[in-house]
């Protein structure tokens, strides 16, 4: 069994800066891919940012050169630095792990830009 944590959401203004971070635990490793989704009202779920096993990142068109992810292995925590919020980034932000063919979700974390 795999247990994700999220936290660091928040209300912030358009411009600023948010962390979030996803506390894994249970049975897990940190070497299998690991990512963060959002999903704004009324809309899919979709793919912020991930990181693969070899430790590769990818990002969504919307947040690359804003967002930046990574993961603190001996923490088993991975983070999503936000940068430059924008209005449209307000959404629930999920933190997504993968074993196998197994899907893991947090209960997400809320974050909000004001404009």
């Known amino acids: 069994q795999v247990q994700l944590v999220e936290s660091g959401g928040g209300l912030v203004q358009a411009g600023g800066s948010l962390r979030l971070s996803c506390a894994a635990s249970?049975?897990?490793?940190?070497?299998?891919?690991i990512g963060w989704y959002r999903q704004a009202p009324g809309k899919q779920r979709e793919l912020v940012a991930g990181?693969?096993?070899?430790?590769?990142?990818n990002y969504a068109d919307a947040v690359k050169g804003r967002f930046t992810i990574s993961r603190d292995n001996a923490k088993n925590t991975v983070y999503l630095q936000m940068n430059s919020l924008k209005p449209e980034d307000t959404a629930v932000y999920f933190c997504n792990y993968l074993l196998g063919s197994l899907v893991y979700w947090g209960q997400g974390t809320q974050v909000t830009v004001s404009s």
């Open positions: 990181i693969s096993r070899g430790g590769n990142t």
């Open positions: 249970g049975s897990i490793s940190m070497m299998n891919p």
